[in-house]
């Protein structure tokens, strides 16, 4: 089972985030009908609804998102891999900025899904940490989303997908480490909360969680996650540790270059390989100069028994 997870800066990298363009739904698109095999779920984060931002300067006022992107995806792959098999939507809005009526931008989570794969349920929660925010009715909502899967050589399979807050700057924890990406209270807070999610949803199957964690990989949150029993993918399946994950950055501002996001298993699954990802701001692959983030791409299999 073939496995992607993007934070497609709602498509607007293009214009340094002023706002989405169809040119960046096309580019995405097309990288994606590249991809060989095709993936068989597509986890993204940083998805609007419909905005002001997102709606402008292409398409009319009222249209998802996200199915536009996934219209324009049908088209590249019937276009360039001559498949019809296209992808079944799963949308997941989180928060609304400025009036409901005509919002100035919004923020949401999707899951696709191959048309031929089938879902067995899909649900998302509340994971925010409000706490200790001047206005924490304007914090941005966070959620995990959650979609399971029978895959006809894995069975279920639990697909969460999950975009953290940044770490609040304003707490004694932020200010003790030097890397400040995973060390926020405020993040920890939405780890218990997405943890506790995890539990009342998975079912018997195994998971994935991936997305986007704001988080470095040596980082109290992802040690958290891991104390839980979740294994990293790419640190298994490069063989590597998480202190020299460091140096393979998945996202970039300017000159940073940070690991920010990741892909875990239960301990049922394995991601093998991560074929066709590649580093932040190295030049390589065809999701190159498409987002602030690149994608992390695994092929995911079952272990076999007694395997370590």
């Not at 040119?23 to 002001?52: C, F, H, N, Y």
């Not at 990293?232 to 140096?247: M, P």
């Not at 501002?253 to 394995?270: G, I």
């Amino acid at each position: 089972m073939r496995i992607v997870s993007y934070n497609v800066r709602y498509f607007g990298h293009g214009t340094r985030g002023v706002a989405s363009t169809e040119g960046g739904m096309r580019k995405i698109a097309a990288a994606i009908a590249k991809l060989d095999p095709l993936p068989d779920a597509i986890m993204l984060q940083e998805v609007e609804t419909s905005s002001l931002r997102s709606n402008a300067l292409h398409w009319k006022s009222g249209a998802r998102q996200i199915d536009v992107f996934s219209s324009i995806l049908a088209s590249e792959l019937a276009l360039k891999r001559h498949t019809l098999d296209a992808y079944q939507v799963h949308y997941f809005p989180a928060h609304v900025y400025g009036p409901k009526v005509r919002p100035m931008y919004t923020t949401g989570l999707a899951t696709l899904v191959r048309q031929t794969l089938p879902v067995l349920t899909e649900k998302a929660e509340d994971i925010t940490q409000r706490s200790g925010y001047l206005f924490p009715k304007l914090k941005q909502t966070r959620l995990c989303a959650h979609v399971r899967v029978n895959h006809p050589k894995l069975g279920e399979v639990d697909l969460f997908n999950t975009h953290l807050s940044l770490p609040q700057a304003f707490t004694k924890r932020f200010w003790q480490s030097s890397d400040k990406m995973g060390h926020g209270e405020n993040q920890l807070a939405e780890i218990e909360a997405l943890l506790k999610f995890v539990r009342a949803a998975r079912g018997e199957g195994g998971f994935v969680l991936a997305g986007d964690f704001n988080a470095g990989p040596a980082s109290p949150v992802i040690d958290r996650l891991l104390s839980e029993g979740l294994r990293h993918g790419l640190e298994e399946a490069q063989k590597t540790t998480r202190e020299a994950l460091r140096s393979f950055a998945t996202a970039g501002f300017m000159h940073l270059r940070m690991h920010l996001d990741h892909a875990f298993t239960s301990q049922e699954l394995v991601f093998e390989d991560f074929h066709e990802t590649f580093p932040f701001g190295k030049g390589e692959g065809p999701f190159h100069g498409l987002s602030d983030h690149m994608p992390l791409i695994g092929k995911l299999s079952r272990r076999s028994p007694g395997s370590a």
